[in-house]
């Protein structure tokens, strides 16, 4: 079955210390984002790609940085300068807008990435 | 930024009644989309209307959508134990640079009694 695989489930910060979130997807989609989401809040956008090799930054994009060398793959990395990353992490991907007249797509997300700070 | 604010909060209900969520946004919008959220788990999309559509239906959902109001409510018929999770609302701006920037609101936390 097709989807997207977030890896690990959880994930422990020391302080002064870079930690990569990891985002698989075999559903084909051009499109893969990440978003933030803290205790009883929506989803804030960290950063977004389109294709493979091109990223933006999104709404909350300071502390955070990615790469998108694959098409299937796009990890985060919570860096140092990310002073509260407590937080649930969520990857999401969809087919591209222009892929279908311009129309919207739905985004498809992993189960998330749980990070704490020791 | 938030756009789509939801309402109320947080919602209890008895299995077998209906179950009715607001959502209402500050911008103009090309679609509004509904997704569902199960505890610790990532999001679901529901459905999708778009900005000249009024009323859409899936099976138990009905979405209602009034742009000169700026809102739209989600409908759930006869819920189950199930239907217990977060829904938030999901609105979108202009294509931003040919990518989809969802605005997502802060959700309404359904709990279903049996």
């Known amino acids: 079955d097709g989807g997207i695989t977030q890896s690990p489930k959880y994930l422990f910060r020391k302080e002064g210390q870079n930690v990569t979130l990891s985002c698989e997807q075999n559903?084909?989609?051009?499109?893969m984002y990440w978003y933030r989401q803290d205790p009883g809040q929506g989803l804030r956008l960290i950063y977004y790609s389109q294709i493979v090799n091109d990223f933006q930054k999104g709404d909350i994009a300071e502390g955070y940085s990615v790469s998108r060398e694959k098409k299937e793959s796009f990890p985060l990395t919570v860096t140092s300068a990310q002073k509260n990353p407590t937080a649930f992490y969520l990857c999401?991907?969809?087919?591209?807008?222009?892929?279908?007249?311009?129309?919207?797509?739905?985004?498809?997300f992993g189960d998330g990435t749980r990070l704490s700070i020791l | 930024s938030q756009q789509g604010e939801e309402d109320p909060q947080a919602l209890s209900i008895q299995e077998g009644e209906n179950a009715t969520m607001n959502c209402s946004y500050k911008t103009s919008i090309n679609n509004l989309q509904w997704y569902r959220q199960n505890s610790g788990r990532g999001l679901v999309h529901l459905i999708l209307?778009?900005?000249?559509?009024r009323e859409k239906h899936s099976g138990r959902l009905r979405v209602t959508l009034d742009t000169s109001k700026k809102s739209s409510s989600l409908l759930i018929t006869a819920s189950r134990a199930a239907d217990t999770a977060s829904y938030f609302c999901?609105?979108?701006?202009?294509?931003?640079?040919?990518?989809?920037?969802?605005?997502f609101g802060q959700g309404t936390r359904l709990t279903i009694n049996p």
């Open positions: 999901a609105t979108d701006p202009p294509l931003f640079q040919g990518a989809q920037k969802l605005v």
């Open positions: 559903l084909n989609h051009d499109a």
């Open positions: 999401a991907s969809s087919r591209r807008p222009w892929a279908a007249q311009g129309a919207y797509q739905p985004q498809h």
């Open positions: 209307i778009r900005s000249n559509e």
